[in-house]
């Protein structure tokens, strides 16, 4: 009889601890970023190399504290591409990263087909937005725009271990 009842407790256990690493992972880190007063969307300018506003509406975003790079977000503007491209730093070979599946406004695999596509165009948001991350956005021909948060060269070394080199800038303190 104690044989079942240990086994009963185990599988309880284990099903106690998936459900809550389930929930923790998918909802229970993320909130909702409120809409500013301030520019929520920026593009960096190809003269000054510095981010600027662009024009938008209807502004979605979630982050998370435990990672710099949960970050998502989506609105809609009425700037061209032609405009775009001749104004701010485009990228190329950029990858959406997968938001949870409730934040039903961002779907990596169908941005990422729109802009292998080319109906979507990438922008440099802003550089080092966090220490080695910088801020991605997508926009599409017909006024659709995604961001996130990709780790730039700088952070894909120092999250790895190797020395990150001249080329990057210092890292913050965080000791504090």
Known sequence: MSG???GIVLILSGLIAGASLYYLQVYGFYDEV?????????LVSVVSGQPEPIIYDSFEAIDAD???IRYRACFTTTASHAMLSETYVG????TPRNAPGWFDCFEAE????ELDAGTALAFLGEKNVRYGVDRIVAITDDGRGYVWHELND???KAYDGTVVGEDCPPRPDTSQ
């Open 110 to 113: 169908s941005i990422a087909a």
């Open 4 to 6: 079942k009842i240990v």
């Open 66 to 68: 435990s990672s710099p």
């Open 34 to 42: 409120a809409e500013t007063d301030g520019p929520d969307v920026q």
């Open 91 to 94: 990228l190329d070979d950029v």
């Open 154 to 156: 700088c952070g894909e």
